[in-house]
């Protein structure tokens, strides 16, 4: 799991399809789907994020100097804009602030600068021109040298929404290890079963010896659940158990809750910290995808189907994997259309991996009399539900230790993640205000197609033209004519192992 904000190529929960020959019998075909029912191929996240120590303002603002506080137009910081996050102090202006106490840390006693300068931010951009804006910046993570709760009075939550994804449970623990050996807070409580937990009175007491193992297993210690928000349940909940800090672990649905449960604490004038950790499986990816933005088509010169046989005869199997929204205008012909969403308000989709399953089995059966094993994985829960591995222990520590010191140091109303491979908080809104898609025009999408030497599907293929530009499709069809080279076929989540095919008589 991981929130960037470089491009990346993702897919939730891929599924697989595979194919396999057997040396000792007839040429015959295998073939493999690997359908994702919850993949999603896109780039990931944008962050954005304020410096409050200069600004409170949850806009971007132009800073006259990184030492001062004052707003302004002028030239002089080459176009230099900070995005702050929300402060306490921007309600609730008379908080007292407390010396941080990783001064007496024996873990930080040895390192020489323990906190995080006010004035240090985070270029969302570091590819540049000479004379160009310096852009925006975000807020550095990281510890601070005053902090706004006094450690005997916080009282802090954790909840843990929506689907499941590895390093939910490294999160929680290294949320609770970090709150009591950083900064002495032994006051934490584990909400259960998502949001809806907040009202139906579901909670635990979370101890570090209770965490002590928890990141070597999957899903979640504190369950979780889809839907269920009632901002004003909630935040009377929090208000009556005398929370004041919230720790929500989440995607995008998640953090729309969270910014809800912001702006309503802050419209109470509460003093609640309220933060949003990133959960994801995406940036996952198979060898070949078909994903939402490039639609594709199954027969004639240049279709998928065209593009399976011939690698069929190249390399004796195929893999493809399918993002969740792929081919759904393709498969609501042949199925009745699902209108609706679930209980987190993401819309229904229809089950494109079956659909598409049948397809090729028609083809190669009926058309091309061509024998194949066709198998069709839907992992779901099975990728979902695993353990997180090293390399995500590590990165879910960084995300749980940046929440901890963003909210004791007031911020509330953000999310933490990495900008540039540094960590930043960024306001909630920035996350969830647009949803991000995969740009056909950019370099991100061609390195796939070159890589996985699939179509791009821009010359025939009418949906995908209505997307993209003219400029661009004629640059496109430049390409693929000149020098008599042909487009790239694009596979989805398909796996087939076979000699060369034959037809059968």
């Known amino acids: 799991m991981e929130l960037s904000l470089s491009s990346s190529l993702h897919s939730t929960t891929p599924a697989s399809f595979s194919l396999s020959t057997n040396s000792t019998s007839p040429p015959r075909q295998n073939l493999g789907l690997f359908s994702a029912a919850a993949s999603n191929f896109s780039s990931r996240v944008l962050l954005k994020f304020n410096k409050s120590s200069?600004?409170?303002?949850?806009?971007?603002?132009?800073?006259?100097?990184?030492?001062?506080?004052?707003?302004?137009?002028?030239?002089?910081?080459?176009?230099?804009?900070?995005e702050d996050v929300p402060h306490l102090t921007s309600f609730l202006p008379d908080l007292p602030s407390y010396p941080n106490p990783l001064k007496y840390s024996q873990a930080y006693a040895i390192v020489k600068n323990t906190f995080v300068s006010p004035e240090d931010v985070v270029a969302q951009q570091i590819v540049v021109q000479k004379g160009s804006p310096r852009g925006i910046h975000f807020r550095r993570a990281g510890p601070r040298e005053k902090v706004y709760f006094k450690p005997e009075q916080v009282r802090a939550c954790i909840v843990t929404c929506g689907g499941l994804c590895p390093g939910i449970n490294t999160v929680i623990r290294e949320?609770?290890?970090?709150?009591?050996?950083?900064?002495?807070?032994?006051?934490?409580?584990?909400?259960?079963?998502?949001?809806?937990?907040?009202?139906?009175?579901?909670?635990?007491?979370?101890t570090p010896k209770l965490v002590n193992d928890i990141h070597k297993r999957g899903g979640t210690c504190l369950q979780t659940s889809r839907g269920g928000h009632d901002t004003k349940k909630i935040v009377d909940n929090i208000?009556?158990?005398?929370?004041?800090?919230?720790?929500?672990?989440?995607?995008?649905?998640?953090?729309?809750?969270?910014?809800?449960?912001?702006?309503?604490?802050e419209k109470r004038g509460l003093q609640v910290a309220v933060v949003g950790i990133p959960k994801t499986i995406d940036n996952d990816i198979a060898d070949c995808c078909l994903i939402p933005e490039s639609p594709f088509y199954l027969e004639g010169q240049g279709g998928l189907l065209e593009y399976v046989e011939q690698r069929l005869k190249e390399n004796g199997h195929v893999l493809i994997v399918l993002a969740e929204g792929a081919g759904q205008e393709y498969v609501s012909q042949s199925a009745q259309a699902v209108n609706g969403t679930d209980a987190s308000?993401?819309?229904?989709?229809?089950?494109?991996?079956?659909?598409?399953?049948?397809?090729?089995?028609?083809?190669?059966?009926?058309?091309?009399?061509?024998?194949?094993?066709l198998k069709y994985i839907d992992p779901t829960y099975m990728i979902r539900a695993i353990p997180s591995?090293?390399?995500?222990?590590?990165?879910?520590?960084?995300?749980?230790?940046?929440a901890v010191h963003g909210t004791m140091a007031g911020y509330t109303g953000f999310t933490v993640g990495p900008v540039n491979s540094r960590h930043a908080y960024i306001p909630i809104n920035r996350v969830t205000e647009k949803t991000n898609t995969v740009r056909l025009t950019d370099r991100m999408w061609a390195r796939l197609l070159a890589s996985t030497n699939q179509p791009s599907f821009l010359q025939k293929?009418?949906?995908?033209?209505?997307?993209?530009?003219?400029?661009?499709?004629?640059?496109?069809?430049?390409?693929?004519?000149?020098?008599?080279?042909?487009?790239?076929?694009?596979?989805?989540?398909?796996?087939?192992?076979?000699?060369?095919?034959?037809k059968a008589s």
């Open 389 to 402: 591995n090293a390399y995500d222990n590590i990165y879910c520590t960084l995300l749980a230790q940046s």
């Open 239 to 265: 208000q009556d158990r005398g929370i004041n800090q919230v720790y929500i672990i989440g995607g995008d649905g998640t953090h729309k809750g969270a910014a809800a449960i912001s702006k309503e604490v």
């Open 461 to 502: 293929c009418e949906i995908v033209r209505e997307r993209v530009d003219k400029e661009t499709m004629e640059e496109a069809k430049q390409a693929s004519t000149s020098n008599g080279v042909r487009s790239h076929y694009p596979m989805k989540t398909f796996q087939f192992r076979t000699k060369y095919l034959t």
């Open 175 to 206: 949320i609770v290890c970090g709150l009591h050996n950083m900064y002495g807070v032994d006051d934490v409580l584990g909400i259960q079963g998502g949001y809806r937990g907040f009202y139906s009175q579901n909670t635990i007491k979370l």
């Open 345 to 373: 308000g993401n819309r229904l989709l229809l089950d494109v991996g079956l659909w598409l399953t049948q397809e090729v089995k028609d083809h190669f059966t009926n058309v091309r009399k061509m024998e194949i094993n």
């Open 54 to 82: 200069i600004l409170r303002q949850p806009r971007p603002v132009v800073v006259k100097s990184q030492s001062s506080s004052e707003i302004t137009n002028d030239n002089d910081d080459h176009g230099f804009v900070l």
